[in-house]
C-alpha cells in the first residue's frame, strides 16, 4: 500500500485529523501529507491556516456539516473523494479533531476500500484532549477519575442511548456535540442515578480564538448554556475532575448576580 515514504505513489486517499483547532497542534506527518495534497476534502471548522499548509495549486473542497443542514450527505463525500481518488490525485480528507473518534473516518475508509483504492489514516489530536488541556482539565486523575468514556450527545433516540455506569463518582463523561441537547441530557444523566450536585463543565471552540471554559452542576448544565449563549464547536465534561480545571464558575456567579438583584 502506497505511504507517505513513498511521495511518487499517485492515487491514493489520506485521512488527516486536524485537531481540536490551533494549527500548532498538528503532527508533524499532517503537515507532511497536507503538503503532498492535490485535492484538500475539508470539514467547516479547519482553521484556514491549517488549509494554506496546501500547495497553492491544490483544490479545496469544503464539505461542511452543521446541525440539520449538510451541504453533501455522507455518501456523496465518499463518493466525491473515490472520484478524485481515481483521476491519480493524492487526496487529503482533513477532519477536525481525529479522523476515527466521531469523524465518520471509519466509514470513509471502508469506502475507500470497497473501491479498491490505497488509504491510510493520520490521527489527530482529539477535541476532547485538545479542549481538556487548555481548560487545565485532566480527564482521568489517580484520586477522582480511573475511566473515561466517550459519547455523541447529537444523535437520534438519545433518551434511548444506555450510557449507565458512565458517569458519576470516580468517572469522567466527555460528551459532543452536546449543546443543542444539553437540557436533555442532564435530565437523561440524572435519571441514570447521577448526582445533580455533580461537577460539569462546558468547554466551548477549545484552542480557538474566543474559546470559553465554563463551569456548573449538572442539574444547571441546560440553563448555565442558555444564560451564557454557548454555541458550537463545544464539548461537555461531567465528573469531579471539572473541579481541578481552570473552568469558570458560572453558577456561583449567577447565585451572586441573583443576590445582588433581589437583595
Not at 90 to 104: A, C, E, Q, S, Y
Not at 125 to 140: H, I, K
Not at 249 to 255: I, P, Q, V
Amino acid at each position: 500500500m502506497a505511504t507517505l515514504l513513498d511521495p511518487t505513489a499517485r492515487g491514493r486517499v489520506i485521512l488527516v485529523g486536524a485537531g481540536p483547532g490551533d494549527p500548532g497542534l498538528l503532527t508533524v506527518r499532517a503537515v507532511a501529507a497536507l503538503k503532498s495534497a492535490d485535492v484538500v476534502v475539508h470539514d467547516g471548522l479547519i482553521d484556514p491556516r491549517v488549509l494554506e499548509i496546501a500547495p497553492a495549486a491544490a483544490q479545496r473542497i469544503s464539505v461542511a456539516k452543521r446541525r440539520a443542514r449538510h451541504t453533501l450527505p455522507q455518501e456523496s463525500i465518499n463518493a466525491l473523494i473515490v472520484a478524485h481518488v481515481k483521476t491519480g490525485a493524492i487526496v487529503v480528507r482533513l477532519k477536525g479533531g481525529d479522523p476515527f473518534i466521531f469523524g465518520r473516518g471509519g466509514e470513509e475508509v471502508e469506502a475507500v476500500r470497497a473501491a479498491g483504492l490505497p488509504v491510510e489514516v493520520i490521527p489527530g489530536v482529539s477535541a476532547a484532549l485538545g479542549c481538556a488541556a487548555e481548560a487545565m482539565l485532566p480527564l482521568t486523575h489517580r484520586d477522582y477519575s480511573s475511566a473515561v468514556s466517550f459519547v455523541a450527545g447529537q444523535c437520534k433516540g438519545l433518551a434511548d442511548q444506555d450510557w449507565s455506569g458512565l458517569a458519576g463518582k470516580g468517572r469522567t463523561l466527555v460528551i459532543y456535540m452536546g449543546v443543542a441537547t444539553a437540557n436533555d441530557i442532564a435530565d437523561k444523566l440524572m435519571r441514570d442515578g447521577v448526582a445533580p450536585d455533580m461537577p460539569v463543565a462546558v468547554l466551548e471552540r477549545g484552542t480557538l480564538v474566543g474559546s470559553r471554559a465554563l463551569r456548573t452542576l449538572l442539574a444547571d448544565l441546560g440553563a448555565m448554556v442558555t444564560r451564557e449563549a454557548v454555541g458550537s464547536p463545544a464539548i461537555i465534561v461531567v465528573g469531579e475532575v471539572v473541579e481541578l480545571s481552570d473552568a469558570e464558575d458560572r453558577l456561583g456567579r449567577w447565585a451572586n448576580v441573583a443576590e445582588g438583584t433581589f437583595a
